[in-house]
């Protein structure tokens, strides 16, 4: 895989003119305060740049090596690991999950406690939820239940007891839900494999793929860029508002409860779902792995696996033509998502303001991380920066 950057060809400038304007736009409307934008095409890094600020009250400037809070970017690097997990052998996907977390057995309405799987963790059908995707005075709210990126010091058992109080939306294969079934994973994994879930993940994903910059600690606060908010400011503007523990947006009908600090805070458990940090050159590292095949870290039946969309459209919580996989969102129907991207890329964001997509069909990796929320997960930019790559390439045909 070379992503080094050369001389850009006549078919990356258009792209670049395109992809710049997107972002500029973005940081002088303030819709963004920095970003890392990294687009690979059959390998080759035909477009990176570092833009704004990393952090505003200091003035300083982002860099391409900045480190983010991942938040959900967090679960490809999970979903990998458990395929792959379960391709050694090692675990089977379709094992109960109290094999290893016995007294975790949440109940439905009726007080019955079924049986949840593995893969049901893992494909978001197990019943279970987040406490952001809930209305306020939900049982989530009730039981103080952790999203996996807020309440620093707390532990899994004890997060894991307040989930498992909460009632299952549905039974388990039935329907489909976002949900903190990837914390639950990632705590199981740790159990069936005897291995602490940040050493896992380091063992099979990131040391075999040298991604020194990721991980469940931060690698160097000296990068690690600052957080911020869209909201809107006691004198109408919506100049984002720098984050701090505590600090919360509003989402659909639930909140968001963020706290930058949670990952510096010992005891607060791995996420599997959103508590890793990392840079954008990680993020694109694994993107490039699964569309080359694995690239002998990962079995080509585990990135088979991984390009699947295991719960078709239409989904509850999901665009049209959009259903999921393992640890991302699948493309299969372009026309009636309405979006040039091919059938069968793969998608997904994080809540601290991240996109990424990759594109197989077209050969295409995108990754944008940014330190604005929710603008640099699903607001205009993120639309803008995928029609500019598409028309980019497209006009360099």
């Known amino acids: 895989m070379n992503l080094a950057a050369s001389a850009a060809p006549v078919a990356a400038l258009s792209l670049r003119d395109r992809v710049d304007d997107a972002l500029d736009r973005a940081l002088a409307e303030r819709r963004l305060v920095g970003a890392v934008v990294l687009v690979a095409r059959d390998g080759e890094l035909v477009y990176r740049r570092a833009a704004g600020q990393a952090d505003r009250e200091s003035d300083r400037l982002m860099r391409e090596d900045a480190i983010f809070l991942l938040a959900s970017v967090t679960k490809p690097f999970l979903a990998a690991a458990a395929v792959e997990l379960a391709e050694r052998g090692r675990i089977d996907l379709d094992a109960p999950v109290t094999r290893w977390l016995p007294q975790f057995r949440p109940q439905l309405a009726d007080g019955s406690a079924p049986q949840i799987s593995l893969r049901q963790l893992l494909a978001h059908t197990s019943g279970l939820s987040y406490r952001f995707g809930e209305p306020a005075g939900s049982d989530y709210d009730t039981h103080e239940v952790s999203d996996g990126f807020d309440q620093p010091g707390l532990g899994i058992d004890e997060n894991l007891r307040r989930l498992g109080q909460t009632r299952l939306r549905f039974a388990p294969g039935t329907g489909f839900r976002y949900s903190l079934g990837l914390d639950v994973l990632g705590e199981a994994l740790a159990r069936a494999t005897a291995t602490p879930l940040p050493q896992l993940i380091d063992e099979l994903i990131l040391a075999p793929l040298a991604m020194a910059d990721s991980g469940f600690q931060v690698a160097d606060y000296k990068r690690l860029s600052a957080h911020y908010g869209n909201s809107v400011a006691a004198d109408g503007s919506r100049r984002p508002a720098r984050m701090h523990d505590g600090s919360e947006l509003p989402y659909f009908e639930g909140v968001l409860r963020y706290a930058p600090g949670r990952i510096e805070k010992a005891g607060s458990y791995p996420s599997g779902g959103a508590g890793m940090a990392g840079s954008a050159g990680d993020v694109l590292k694994l993107l490039e792995t699964l ?41 299969t129907d372009p026309l009636a998502a309405a979006t040039p991207q091919s059938r069968g890329t793969l998608a997904w964001g994080g809540v601290y303001g991240h996109s990424w997509f990759l594109d197989p069909q077209r050969g295409l990796s995108v990754v944008a991380l940014t330190n604005t929320a929710l603008e640099g997960m699903d607001g205009r930019f993120t639309l803008d920066l995928r029609d500019a790559v598409y028309a980019g390439l497209d006009a360099a045909a």
Do not use: N, S
């Open 291 to 331: 569309r080359r095949g694995g690239d002998g870290v990962l079995a080509p039946a585990t990135v088979a696996t991984l390009l699947q969309a295991h719960t078709p459209a239409p989904l509850e919580g999901l665009d049209p033509g959009w259903g999921y996989g393992y640890g991302a969102a699948v493309l």
